[in-house]
């Protein structure tokens, strides 16, 4: 056999012949024998293994080849994600007996699986559907209606459903909230038959240590996890002729969204949207981006208030995950929290008092419906200090790919849409500032526009922050605002492994920061946890429709949310200043200690050294 060899980043890879179905193909060393059909276009299925974030357990066994190893005169069956590449290997990928092993295998998957696939929110959209379909299942023997009874649905959150009669035990969940999140709410319980995916120390969804982020949904495989569903509750609210319904949708949305109607991932769908509203039976379009630019005049200016009194650092606060973490994970750094409320709660609290006001419309009529990247918004809109003598501020929360599905079963069709624009007057304008409120470095962006021109009286020389710009999970920057400020120090994180890191250092005192940005998903809100899910894929489209947002910055014509002309006038109208008394009363918020402890028992830590040896 020829070898070759290379060094890579100071590891040795190793290359040698091998063959797929007969066909010669080159093997590395360094890779799985599914790693290596991918890379030479065999298709092998597959079900647990997640290759974004590195997980590989074997539990599904739907990957299995069989192989004859170099010298040997017998064949073997094996998991192709588990099993390395070697010299001389023969892999067979459609034999009869792997054929037989993996329609086996989908069998017995789903002799406790719900079978009322018509009502499940992955329908026509289900990695486990696609595999039946490939090994041609046309029968299920073992199905056994008792056990699938017996398996839990926790619907006890307002973000999230957990239905354990729909999961395949893959772990990508457990996976992304341990090692992606660093949150580790989730933990593998039972055993044999019985083992299922469960919440640390037996807590239900709503009073565990998960924050909501909804990365976890993004990798399930089938409908185990999902979004609580409530289409049917905004489409009520919009078929109401009593109600006045407000519809506003974030940054992220109008490029994270076409895809789902077969335009280019990153197209910006904005004009749209509108027109989807509309023609669903919205009375008012908003924009959450002209929420962007208020809260930059409160958060900006209340950091200012903050850097003069040496309180620092201060933690950004308009993503809820992050709130929720910071509640339940580490209450001790609340003080540090701005306190102004999010753009979609800002657009909310306004929505049911000064446009009523402006308009002539008895607020008590009006329903804010808001289309969000986020699970984590729907968690937000439930929270006691977002509610008025009972009166929530936003009404529903839909996310992206609940607006989507609401869009399919009306039949309207987003890519023959006509694109309309925003037409009213107080509150639909937005800069190029609050356009990038929908990716990680967005929000330090903007305040630092309008920060240089509170402290200077002119504008900044370059719009554009390059250091402020990137996708590692923890930027720092120096940052001279001039002035009687001159230089602050800043931090922005994404994903909350990341966050735990700088949180860490800064309760220890090794941390020398004045503001810090986070947003609790990887890339913010353009791959939110309420986001289009990408079969076998996680976060594929992060840069499309991160390049996509700068370029609508780009292209306004006003660029800082300063000079935003709707929210001068609300301030002129209406609030007087930024955090004035009334801008307090509507525009900002306060935290409560909602402490988890995370303790880890030695059983626990022994289900996960066993984890990727387990056969189910």
């Given amino acids: 056999m020829t070898m070759a060899t290379h060094t890579v980043a100071a590891a040795e890879v190793t290359y040698f012949e091998a063959t797929i179905n007969g ?52 064949t073997h ?12 290997l023969e892999i067979w990928t459609r034999t009869p007996e792997v054929r037989e092993k993996q329609r086996l295998q989908v069998e017995l998957l789903l002799a406790d699986h719900d079978q009322d696939c018509a009502t499940c929110i992955r329908h026509g959209r289900c990695d486990l559907q696609d595999v039946a379909q490939f090994v041609g299942l046309r029968q299920n023997r073992f199905h056994d209606p008792a056990r699938v009874a017996m398996r839990p649905i926790d619907d006890s959150s307002p973000a999230l459903i957990r239905n354990m009669k729909r999961c395949i035990r893959c772990q990508r969940c457990i996976a992304v909230c341990r090692d992606g999140q660093g949150v580790d709410a989730l933990i593998q319980i039972g055993t044999g038959l019985d083992t299922a995916v469960g919440l640390r120390h037996g807590l239900t969804q709503k009073n565990s240590a998960c924050v909501s982020c909804g990365q976890c949904v993004l990798v399930c495989p089938t409908g185990a996890l999902g979004e609580r569903d409530e289409t049917d509750r905004a489409l009520e609210m919009m078929y109401d002729p009593e109600l006045v319904t407000v519809a506003e949708f974030a940054p992220a949305v109008r490029v994270g969204f076409g895809e789902e109607f077969g335009l280019p991932p990153g197209t910006n769908v904005e004009g749209q949207i509108i027109t989807a509203l509309r023609k669903l039976g919205a009375d008012i379009v908003l924009d959450t981006n002209f ?62 008092t000064y446009l009523p006001e402006k308009m002539g419309i008895d607020p008590r009529r009006i329903r804010v419906i808001s289309i969000m990247p ?47 624009a925003f037409d009213n007057p107080y509150m639909s304008e937005y800069t190029g500032a609050g356009a990038i409120f929908g990716t990680t470095g967005g929000v330090m962006e903007a305040a630092v526009r309008t920060m240089y021109y509170v402290v200077n009286g002119r504008e900044l020389p370059s719009v554009e922050l390059e250091q402020l ?72 489209h992060a840069l499309k429709r991160r390049e996509t947002l ?36 509507l525009l900002h918020t306060w935290y409560s200690d909602r402490r988890i402890e995370m303790n880890q028992t030695v059983r626990e830590i022994w289900a996960d050294i066993k984890m990727t040896g387990k056969v189910y």
């Fill in 23 to 74: 066909a010669p193909i080159t093997g590395r060393s360094d890779e799985s024998i599914l790693a290596c059909a991918r890379r030479h276009g065999v298709y092998i299925p597959t079900l647990c293994e997640l290759a974004d974030i590195d997980h590989t357990p074997g539990t599904c066994r739907v990957c299995l080849v069989e192989i004859q190893t170099q010298g040997s005169g017998k």
């Fill in 550 to 585: 700068f370029g609508i910055d780009r292209k306004r014509a006003v660029r800082q949310s300063h000079h935003n002309k709707q929210v001068q006038a609300l301030y002129r109208d209406f609030l007087g200043s930024p955090n004035s008394h009334k801008a307090h009363e």
């Fill in 374 to 420: 986020c699970t984590a918004k729907k968690d937000e809109i439930a929270r006691r200090q977002l509610r008025h003598d009972g009166i929530a501020e936003v009404d529903v929360v839909l996310t992206t790919r609940e607006f989507s599905r609401l869009l399919r079963r009306e039949g309207i069709d987003l890519k023959t849409l006509e694109p309309s």
């Fill in 291 to 352: 929420g962007a630019d208020l809260v930059i005049m409160e958060e900006g200016t209340e950091l200012l208030q903050r850097l003069a009194e040496k309180k620092r650092p201060t933690f950004s606060s308009c993503c809820p995950a992050w709130i929720n973490f910071a509640e339940r994970h580490y209450p001790d750094i609340l003080p540090l929290l701005s306190t102004t409320k999010s753009p979609q709660q800002c657009v909310g609290a306004l929505a049911k």
């Fill in 77 to 88: 069956l094996v998991t192709s994600c588990t099993t390395p590449m070697q010299v001389g």
């Fill in 469 to 540: 710009r990137g996708f590692d999970g923890v930027r720092t920057a120096t940052v001279d605002l001039g002035g009687d400020v001159g230089e602050v120090k800043v931090a922005m994180c994404h994903g909350l492994k990341p966050t735990r890191q700088i949180v860490e250092a800064v309760r220890s005192g090794s941390a020398d920061f004045d503001f810090i940005e986070v947003m609790a998903c990887p890339g913010g809100c353009v791959d939110g946890g309420g986001s289009l899910r990408s079969k076998k894929q996680y976060l594929p």
